[in-house]
């Protein structure tokens, strides 16, 4: 990975910090790369490049056009800020105008994975270069995505011990039914799990008090979605950014608009996003989010019907009107729209619809987006052009690894590399090992291997002429030889493994820092981690995250 590095201090004590940072946009994916090197094939999916000034100014353009004050005000109600800083420049938006650059990620236990961190980071930067770039006030803006309804991908947290081992902590629903995280209430058991985490990231070290305000945010009682917005505001307090909840009854009331044109046209929608998917799937790329004949892009939650009591799930067309299957509830198109007056939270977007409704609301220039997000915003465009809103642009998020100095010491004195990282566990323990038989044992191997391949060879020249049918069974013995002293080799490298302890915790270590679970760190790994080894973690991030914009030309 490349990008810049970032030294400091530890306030803790007088000795270097022992964290590395590395930092780059996004990169693998071959839809993400293309779009980020200008390819033809794909630039056509998108409202342009994520580096062009003036596709930042066209955009500004057209959010100026639709933003007029009482818009304003409606995105502002629905905002949270997270400092006395933010709290100024919201006034100031809702006076003077300004954009917004959002992105948005699930509410997850204990804030979920490190890349939810990087996605709101490389946000603030955008904004920060938008800013310079326009001449104009543009805030930073993240969504908590609390109408998922996903338990089982927010449920848990990992955290690596002191000796390199890989935790799981997890907590049990208190619902039957999917309900959207702003309904799931945390039980006892976050309190167990929470102790189990903090004690495997080393509480003691918590000079800050960090993970005190962390523990009383994640309370029984608390929605998920509740205990994760408290944590961000918490951990942004020293940035100007902005919250805002899928839920939040001023979101829900701005966005209904959108959501009832989508009822009203939820066929031609289909098709159009259908058309589209057909188009992309033709120039190479594969669609990110299959489009299911005769769905809606809302979900319906909270409403009762013949199975009872209902959670949260997909809407469907159904002839004229519209069911919820899994309640066995039909609903005409005016019933809908009751519905969703009398109960604001009855119907909400799904993952394609998100970004149109993000974009009614906020005047939104740019959504920062991990790959997946990268890769569907590509299918979505005509649903923006039929609600009569331009596309943001997409700005792939940055990347991020964070390496603490025992992994990298452990990887190197391993002579693991990057590659075996990746390794399942056990193949990577083996290769280690094997490096880790002493030398004269593996002189002695490759000795006798040797021995065995020339001495069977000369028997067997000099067995020829007595019956050439020899070879063969002589080559037999040669090779069960060869064989055993492979099994030799494999009984040493079980003790290797078996007594080497610094092969074992080194092993640990590094895998489990930079690619646990063979995942890369930031899809696994929490903040806290790291940040209470190193406070200044955040800032430090950020700094490593260069968004460099082509100048725009400035208009006459």
Not at 307 to 323: E, H, K, T, V, Y
């Amino acid at each position: 990975m490349r990008g810049g590095e970032v030294g400091t201090r530890d306030p803790f004590s007088e000795r270097p910090l022992s964290l590395r940072i590395e930092a780059a946009l996004i990169c693998g994916s071959r839809l993400v790369d293309d779009y980020l090197a200008g390819a033809p094939a794909i630039s056509a999916f998108y409202a342009g490049h994520p580096l062009d000034g003036g596709a930042y100014r066209d955009k500004l353009a057209e959010v100026q056009r639709r933003f007029d004050r009482p818009a304003r005000e409606r995105a502002a109600a629905a905002l949270r800020p997270t400092s006395a800083g933010a709290a100024e420049r919201l006034r100031r938006f809702v006076e003077e105008g300004g954009a917004m650059v959002t992105t948005g990620q699930q509410t997850g236990l204990f804030t979920g994975p490190l890349y939810t961190i990087h996605k709101i980071l490389s946000a603030i930067r955008v904004a920060e270069a938008l800013e310079a770039e326009l001449g104009v006030l543009v805030l930073p803006v993240f969504w908590a995505a609390s109408e998922d309804h996903d338990f089982t991908e927010v449920n848990h947290a990992w955290a690596v011990d002191g000796a390199g081992e890989l935790h799981r902590f997890g907590v049990h629903a208190t619902e039957r039914r999917a309900v959207p995280m702003s309904e799931m209430r945390l039980g006892p058991d976050v309190e167990s799990a929470f102790d189990g985490f903090a004690q495997a990231i080393g509480a003691d070290g918590d000079a800050s008090g960090i993970l005190t305000r962390v523990r009383a945010a994640y309370q029984p009682g608390r929605t998920v979605a509740e205990a994760f917005r408290d944590t961000m505001a918490e951990l942004f307090s020293g940035f100007d950014l902005l919250v805002t909840d899928a839920a939040d009854p001023a979101l829900k009331e701005a966005s209904a608009e959108v959501l009832l044109a989508e009822a009203a046209n939820a066929a031609e929608h289909e098709r159009l996003v259908a058309e589209q998917t057909a188009a992309l799937e033709a120039s190479g790329y594969p669609s990110q989010v299959v489009v299911a004949e005769g769905a809606t892009n809302l979900f319906i939650q909270g409403v009762a019907g013949a199975r009872g009591p209902g959670g949260r799930a997909r809407l469907q067309r159904d002839g004229g009107g519209f069911i919820a299957p899994e309640v066995r509830r039909r609903f005409t198109r005016s019933e809908l729209e009751s519905l969703l007056r009398e109960q604001p939270g009855a119907l909400s977007p799904n993952v394609l619809l998100r970004p149109v409704v993000e974009s009614a609301v906020f005047p939104t220039l740019a959504y920062v987006a991990g790959p997946a997000e990268t890769a569907y915003f590509a299918q979505i465009g005509p649903l923006f052009d039929a609600l009569g809103i331009r596309m943001p642009l997409v700005f792939p998020r940055f990347a991020a690894l964070i390496a603490p100095a025992e992994a990298e010491e452990a990887r190197a004195a391993l002579d693991i590399t990057e590659d075996e990282l990746r390794l399942p566990e056990h193949e990577l323990v083996e290769r280690a090992a094997r490096r880790r038989i002493p030398p004269e044992v593996a002189e002695q191997l490759l000795a006798l291997r040797r021995a065995i391949v020339g001495g069977f060879g000369g028997v067997i020249d000099a067995a020829r002429p007595i019956d050439r049918n020899l070879d063969l069974a002589l080559g037999a013995r040669r090779n069960r030889a060869i064989v055993e002293v492979a099994r030799a080799e494999r009984k040493i490298i079980r003790h290797v493994k078996r007594n080497d302890a610094e092969l074992r915790r080194g092993t640990s270590l590094a895998r489990n820092h930079l690619w646990p679970n063979g995942q890369p760190q930031e899809r696994v790994l929490t903040v806290f981690q790291y940040l209470l080894r190193q406070p200044s973690l955040l800032h430090d991030l950020a700094a490593a995250m260069h968004v460099q914009l082509r100048p725009a030309a400035v208009p006459a």
